[in-house]
């Protein structure tokens, strides 16, 4: 059974960087992986997804040319580059995986399969 971690998180300023990552318990190199994260008082969004050969990437308009989704399955590990970090970025920030090899859409709904606990990013005001 796959199972999800999440790190990276923390407090930064306006225009720094993080590197989140997400580290899976049991074999990752089959799974589509998204990052999603939830501000405070909002619905949970995807941010980012990556597919099981790194092939294809897609990204939400509001993070496009700021964050880069990178996956190392040797490691079985997903990153989520974050650089020029703005305050509408702070949130609690998940990895997901959804069904192995499947045609998935860059969705919450696609990406039930397992969740990481989160962790979280603040850029300060």
């Known amino acids: 059974q796959l199972e999800l971690v999440e790190s990276g998180g923390g407090l930064v300023y306006p225009g720094e960087s993080l590197r989140l990552s997400c580290t899976a318990s049991g074999s990752l190199p089959s799974y589509p992986i998204a990052w999603l994260r939830q501000a405070p008082g909002k619905e949970r969004e995807t941010v980012s997804c990556?597919?099981?050969?790194?092939?294809?990437?897609d990204y939400d308009n509001s993070v496009k040319g700021r964050f880069t989704i990178s996956r190392d399955n040797a490691k079985n590990m997903v990153f989520l580059q974050m650089d020029d970090l703005r305050a509408e970025d702070t949130g609690v920030y998940f990895c997901?995986?959804?069904?192995?090899?499947?045609?998935?859409?860059?969705?919450?709904?696609?990406?039930?399969?397992?969740w990481g606990p989160g962790t979280q990013v603040t850029v300060a005001e």
């Open positions: 997901a995986a959804a069904v192995p090899y499947s045609d998935y859409r860059c969705t919450l709904t696609d990406f039930q399969h397992a």
């Open positions: 990556i597919s099981a050969k790194s092939t294809r990437k």
